[in-house]
Every structure is written in structure tokens, then in C-alpha cells.
């Protein structure tokens, strides 16, 4: 089967064509320019659908925004893609290209990405984070994807860890993400110094022994793992996938681990934590996994 893969981001968009076995090929990558409105968005990525690709039996997609998937639609998108909510993604696209789609929300779309060709592949239930601007959750069951009574299932990112902290984008306060997303790692550490923008130079700070930003990144190493710890608690899981960019630390993995094991109760601590192996293409292959039957083992 020729599966075209169309991942799209706040930032880019991504596409490959796939097979069922997870390898890629004709990848391409351009800029969303969300602001432009969803109806841009979708025109621009069917003129580079027809100019890049031939021939493909399927098409799937994961994008940013809560998905309706039995529909294909956007329930809702939020203010960087004006104009995106309630737009008939499926629809569109077989009518443009008569062959059949797949919509998924990006989050959950990295966890079948995850389930088909990666850190998931010999797990049949499983949670999967990712720590960036925000933290995604989704819930694998049964190796599909839980999606809770209106596809929003996994909003880990929002776990209320710390009631009366800081207040968080989505109008409550102490949320998880606003203590253990990368962006505040970003701003703890930029408190110390201002060249530590980004967890690359954070990361780089660490390695020329700046004693002060590893006191900042232990303690968010303790946020990260009391979220984990909450969710392993409730789930009982035999494993967590954790990705994002950040989590390409090797050392952050163990140091999470670690913490997290020290904090949970004895009988649930072997649950595995497992980082993510799919990278950035998470999202792309798991679009492709939409048409692949599901894989409980
Ligand atoms: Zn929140």
C-alpha cells in the first residue's frame, strides 16, 4: 500500500510517502504559516500534495488541534490556526484526491507511531508523553488509542499538580506542563542566565559545570516525575513512553527514571520508562499507522 503521511504543526508541516512496514521516503517539509487561516493551510498543502507526489492508495493525517477522527473534522483549533475549527479535513481531501483519509490528533497519532514502529511495538498498553512547549499525553489500550467522550482523553499536561500555583493557558492554575514542560525548564533557567534559551544551551551549561542550573534542572526532573508518578498511580501501566525534544538526553531519561521510582509506591515501580524512537517523525508515521490494522500482540 502507498500511504502519503501529512503531518501537520503550529510551526511546519511534514509529509512522506510510507508503507505498512513504517519506511519513509519522498519527505518534505515546509512552513505551516497557520496564522494565514485553516483555509490556506489546506489549499497550500493540496498544491504541494500535487506537486511532490504521483501516485499514493490512502492518505493519512495527524494534525495539531482536537480531532473528531470518525469524521475527520476539527473540533476545535486553538488562536494559532484561525479559522481551522470545525473545517471538514477527510471531506476535503477525498474529494480533492478520491482516495481514503484519515484524520488524527497529532498527540494520539505519536502514539500509534510509537505502537507501530517504535518504543511501543512489543507493548500492547502504554502511556506516551511528550515535553515541549506544552506536554502531550496519550493513552494506549489494547494498542489503540483511548479517546475519552470527546476524543480529549490524555490531557496530562493539565493534571493540577500544584492547586494555587502559577496560572496556565487553559484558565487553571498549577497545571503540570507549567512546571514540568521544557518551556519551564526554559525559564527557570533563564533565570540564571540569559543565553540558556533553549535546551540545547541548556544542556551545554550543564556540560561546563554550571552548579546553579543543575540545581534548576534536578528540580525539574522532580516535577517531570511526580506527573509520572501521579499517572503510573492511576494506570498501573507496564510502560511510559516519554518523548520530545528534550528527552534525546539520554542522561534526562535515567535521571526521570530514577526519581520517579524513588517516589512511587513499591508495587508499581516496574513500570518501564522508555524514551521515545521515533523523534520528530512520531507524528508523520503515525499518520501513516491510520490504515494499518491495529497491532495488540
Ligand atoms: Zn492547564
Given at each position: 500500500m502507498k500511504i502519503l503521511a501529512i503531518d501537520i504543526g503550529g510551526t511546519s508541516i511534514k509529509m512522506c510517502m510510507a508503507d505498512e512496514k513504517g519506511n519513509a521516503s519522498a519527505f518534505?517539509?515546509?512552513d505551516s504559516e497557520a496564522e494565514k487561516g485553516g483555509q490556506y493551510l489546506v489549499d497550500n498543502i493540496i498544491k504541494k500534495v500535487i506537486e511532490t507526489y504521483i501516485e499514493f492508495d490512502v492518505i493519512g493525517?495527524?494534525?495539531a488541534s482536537q480531532v473528531n477522527s470518525e469524521e475527520g473534522s476539527i473540533i476545535y483549533a486553538n488562536e494559532n490556526f484561525p479559522g481551522y475549527t470545525g473545517m471538514k479535513i477527510k471531506a476535503i481531501f477525498e474529494a480533492e484526491f478520491g482516495?481514503?483519509?484519515k484524520v488524527e490528533n497529532d498527540v494520539n497519532a505519536a502514539a500509534l507511531g510509537e505502537k507501530h514502529f517504535g518504543a511501543g511495538k512489543e507493548?500492547?498498553?502504554?502511556?506516551?508523553l511528550t515535553y515541549g512547549t506544552g506536554i502531550g499525553g496519550a493513552i494506549v489500550i489494547d494498542s489503540t488509542v483511548y479517546k475519552g467522550l470527546n476524543g480529549g482523553a490524555g490531557e496530562f499536561g493539565h493534571l493540577i499538580l500544584h492547586p494555587g500555583g502559577e496560572k496556565c493557558n487553559c484558565g487553571c492554575v498549577g497545571c503540570y506542563e507549567m512546571y514540568g514542560s521544557t518551556t519551564a525548564l526554559v525559564k527557570k533557567s533563564l533565570e540564571i542566565d540569559n543565553k540558556y534559551i533553549n535546551g540545547r544551551m541548556i544542556f551545554e551549561g550543564l556540560e561546563q559545570g554550571d552548579v546553579s542550573l543543575e540545581r534548576v534542572l534536578n528540580d525539574w526532573?522532580?516535577?517531570v516525575a511526580y506527573g509520572l508518578v501521579s499517572l503510573t498511580h492511576?494506570?498501573?501501566p507496564p510502560a511510559i513512553i516519554i518523548g520530545g525534544g528534550i528527552m534525546e538526553q539520554d542522561r534526562l531519561i535515567a535521571m526521570v527514571t530514577s526519581k520517579a521510582k524513588q517516589l512511587m509506591l513499591k508495587s508499581f515501580s516496574n513500570v518501564e520508562i522508555l524514551k521515545a524512537s521515533l523523534g520528530n517523525?512520531?507524528?508523520l508515521l503515525g499518520a501513516a499507522s491510520l490504515h494499518l490494522p491495529s497491532k495488540t500482540l
Open positions: 518534505i517539509e515546509f493525517i495527524s494534525t482516495v481514503p483519509v507493548i500492547n498498553d502504554f502511556l506516551c526532573v522532580l516535577e492511576i494506570f498501573n517523525k512520531a507524528g
